[in-house]
């Protein structure tokens, strides 16, 4: 085998009670792994999320293969698993590190204590990752610390040769993923995941994807005749699939897309569909236009609100005012959109008073959903900082930083879930049973359960 890529594991052990339908395809893994298939290079995905595979069975599955390369991506959640997979690996092979932390990561990568290579990509890879397999690189690696020995980084900048300028032609082969068509938790519905665009236009300052942390490469989309293209061979080649979902970091960004949204979908009368969006996407839609979006089949729209707090919203730069977030969610709403809004508790700065107003916000967007008929469900999470974001480096700056990564073993019994819940400190200027409390109780307006938010003003009787 000449490389196996491996979308990385998230624990050490397997989970118990794993459905495989509460996880997505990785679908960059798939870009570069069709690449190399039209390249005629042999390869293999192994997803050891999707298929549950602990880290000491990944470590056997690979080192019975002894693929030449590894390619793998990291996250900062699984950093220190990642780590002991590089260390762990007994053959001789060389690791390709791959993914949207590289750029930040690539110091604690290289360090890894290994005697094999380790080339680092930042950037997208599929272009890259052939030549770096027939081993004929036209692109000066980046220069970098020289205590590394046999470690390479890769820049694939808006000037590289390697830079998939027009994302439209690049095809994807679906048979790479081995959990295909989802059937979505919401509504039964057979779904497929899919990717139109690449990289945000926002800041926010906790988040990976932002603009200023991505200036290396420009936000690109893919045309409207390319993403129908796409549809035509789901239609076809799943006969039974009802949804799209669209991956994207942020499909929905602005009027303009909203129309070519609607334009793309409309036809499509058996296709439901559902996107990320951000409050600001819809600031100059009118409620015909929203209603259309609707009508071309737009089912639910997952939306960061991360917080009802406006002093919170200054800081991490998505400066809405609460009564603008309202008015939107009033039209989504009105139009018969569901909508999963997403929240995190425990910013650096946040009191009980801030996390209060998430809270009510929930709520009240709760209560307003059910009066139109719709559904809001939440999608909460304790804040960490991932590396390289604005608050990650504010609080390495000022020594804040607490603790590495791990999953949150108490959220997870609590909650379930596991593959979202992890922790690196607790942030907030509040305790830790607290933030518990508020990302409990903000789950269970899932379930309809509201009696424990009325007695808010005495939480601290309430904390677990
Ligand atoms: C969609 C998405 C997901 C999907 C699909 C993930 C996947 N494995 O593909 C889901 C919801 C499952 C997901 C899960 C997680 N995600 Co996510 N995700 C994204 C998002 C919004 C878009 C990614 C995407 O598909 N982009 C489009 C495709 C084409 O690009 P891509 O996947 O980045 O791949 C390209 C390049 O990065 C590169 N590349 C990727 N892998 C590799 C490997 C090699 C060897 C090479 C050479 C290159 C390479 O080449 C690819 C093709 O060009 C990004 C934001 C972003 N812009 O990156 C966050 C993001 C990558 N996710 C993030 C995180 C943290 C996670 C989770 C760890 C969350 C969690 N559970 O705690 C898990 C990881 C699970 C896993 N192992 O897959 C963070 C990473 C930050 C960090 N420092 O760790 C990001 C940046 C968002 C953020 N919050 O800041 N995610
Ligand atoms: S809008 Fe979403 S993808 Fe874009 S920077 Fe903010 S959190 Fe990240």
New binding site residues.
């Given amino acids: 085998m000449e490389i196996v ?1 491996v ?4 624990f050490r052990e397997k989970k118990e009670n794993h459905d495989p339908d509460d ?7 798939g ?2 792994a069709t690449k190399l298939r039209e390249n005629n290079i042999d390869c293999l995905l192994i997803d050891a ?1 999707v298929n549950n595979i602990s880290m000491y069975n990944l470590i056997e599955q690979l080192n019975s293969m002894k693929p030449i390369f590894i ?8 950093l220190s698993i990642t780590k002991e997979i590089v260390e762990s690996i007994s053959f001789e092979t060389t690791f ?6 590289v750029q ?2 690539y110091t604690e990568i290289f360090s890894f204590v290994t005697k094999n290579k380790i080339i680092g ?1 930042i ?4 272009l ?2 052939i030549d ?1 397999v027939k081993q004929n690189i036209k692109q000066s690696p980046i220069t970098i610390n020289e205590i590394y020995t046999n470690r390479t980084l890769y820049k694939v900048d808006s000037t590289s040769v390697y830079f ?1 300028k027009d994302i439209s032609d690049i095809t994807l082969d679906r048979s790479f993923f081995t959990n295909e068509p989802l059937t979505s938790k919401i509504n039964n519905l057979r779904e497929i995941s899919i ?1 139109t665009s ?3 236009i926002y800041n926010c300052a ?4 932002a603009r200023k942390l ?1 200036k290396h490469s420009s936000v690109r989309e893919r045309s409207a005749q390319s993403i129908m293209k796409e549809l035509d061979y789901i239609e076809k080649t799943y006969i039974n699939v009802r949804s799209i979902r669209i ?3 942020l499909f929905l960004k602005n009027n303009q897309n909203i129309k070519k949204a609607i334009d793309i979908f409309s036809p499509r009368k058996e296709l439901l569909w559902r996107s990320m969006a951000h409050t600001m996407s819809f600031t100059k839609s009118s409620q015909e236009g929203i209603n259309s979006l609707k009508k071309s089949g737009c089912y639910e729209l997952s939306i960061g609100i991360e917080s009802g707090s406006e002093k919170i919203l200054r800081m991490i730069h998505k400066p809405n005012q609460i009564d603008n977030i309202k008015d939107i969610f009033k039209k989504i709403f009105f139009a018969g959109i569901n909508v999963k809004g997403y929240f995190i508790y425990g910013f650096p700065t946040e009191e009980v008073s801030d996390a209060n107003k998430t809270l009510s916000l929930a709520l009240e967007l709760t209560n307003m959903a059910r009066i139109y008929g719709v559904v809001f469900r939440t999608s909460v999470f304790q804040f960490r900082p ?4 604005e608050l990650y480096n504010y609080l390495a700056e000022e020594n804040l930083l607490i603790k590495e990564m791990g999953e949150d073993l108490f959220l997870s019994a609590e909650i379930g879930r596991s ?2 819940n ?1 922790n690196a400190g607790n942030y907030g200027n509040m305790s830790q049973n607290e933030i518990n409390y508020f990302i409990k109780t903000t789950l269970l307006l899932n379930e309809g359960v509201e009696s424990s938010i009325f007695n808010l003003p005495i939480i601290s009787n309430l904390l677990c």
Avoid: W
Wanted: net charge negative.
């Fill in positions: 890529l979308n990385s594991p998230l996880f997505l395809p990785p679908i960059g893994l870009y570069i999320v390619g793998m991506n990291f996250f900062s959640t699984n390709i590190a791959g993914g949207n932390s930040f990561l990509v950037g997208d890879g599929e890259i990752t770096i998939p990717i690449r990289g945000c906790f988040c990976g994807a991505n991956l994207d970091d991932y590396h390289g974001t593959q979202f992890f």
